[in-house]
T-cell receptor
Framework: GAVVSQHPSWVICKSGTSVKIECRSL??????MFWYRQFPKQSLMLMAT?????????EQGVEKDKFLINHASLTLSTLTVTSAHPEDSSFYIC???????????FGPGTRLTVL | AQKITQTQPGMFVQEKEAVTLDCTYD???????LFWYKQPSSGEMIFLIY??????QNATEGRYSLNFQKARKSANLVISASQLGDSAMYFC???????????????FGQGTTLQVKP
């Protein structure tokens, strides 16, 4: 149990376009989902926390107008990178939790390359 | 502010030997959770082991054990009988105290790359 999927697993896009990444909890209801960004050989950096039905809470330094997060249901959260630029190229990982002291279950990640 | 520190960027270990990956943390909260994750080259984050701040005994999960020294604020991961498949990046993480029923954030250390030699 506690499986989280991400789609797509990788995406290549042109500079200036928008890209949407989906994060789904397949066998449980996730009241909270997290979005992380990871550069090569570096640690995971939390971008934002989203709770179902409410606005996402962004970490300091993360542009909320550039990284749009929607958590419309208990099994789906989306991250949209708007007007992507090469510096947005990174590995994006989501995690999901049932809330409280429940652990975070991670998705397999999405590798974004912006040309 | 909470902080996690992993001071070993890279480690080598001979196959079948044990290895310890260091992790120190800093927090003023009396209640917290400590996690270790493995990230192979595929990128997926694999949960290995968890230690609660009030747990009396050190956590163990198969070949993984957590050497929890609360007074020293350290939570080192010990992998016994290393296997070639253990080669990966390992992250120590601390969970903030959950607020309002929401899951607390995870704060990750810098990571340690472990290479197991045949």
């Amino acid at each position: 149990g506690a499986v989280v999927s991400q789609h797509p697993s990788w995406v290549i896009c042109k500079s200036g376009t928008s890209v949407k990444i989906e994060c789904r909890s397949l066998d449980f209801q996730a009241t909270t989902m997290f979005w992380y960004r990871q550069f090569p050989k570096q640690s995971l950096m939390l971008m934002a926390t989203s709770n179902e039905g409410s606005k996402a809470t962004y970490e300091q330094g993360v542009e909320k107008d550039k990284f749009l997060i929607n958590h419309a249901s208990l099994t789906l959260s989306t991250l949209t990178v708007t007007s992507a630029h090469p510096e947005d190229s990174s590995f994006y990982i989501c995690s999901a939790s049932r809330g409280g002291t429940d652990t975070q279950y991670f998705g397999p990640g999405t590798r974004l390359t912006v040309l | 502010a909470q902080k996690i520190t992993q001071t070993q960027p890279g480690m080598f270990v001979q196959e079948k030997e044990a290895v310890t990956l260091d992790c120190t943390y800093d927090t003023s909260d009396p209640s917290y959770g400590l996690f270790w994750y493995k990230q192979p080259s595929s990128g997926e984050m694999i949960f290995l082991i968890y230690q609660g701040s009030y747990d009396q005994q050190n956590a163990t999960e198969g070949r993984y054990s957590l050497n929890f020294q609360k007074a020293r604020k350290s939570a080192n991961l010990v992998i016994s009988a290393s296997q070639l498949g253990d080669s990966a990046m390992y992250f120590c993480a601390m969970r903030e105290v959950p607020r309002g029923g929401n899951t607390g954030k995870l704060i990750f250390g810098q990571g340690t790359t472990l290479q197991v030699k045949p």
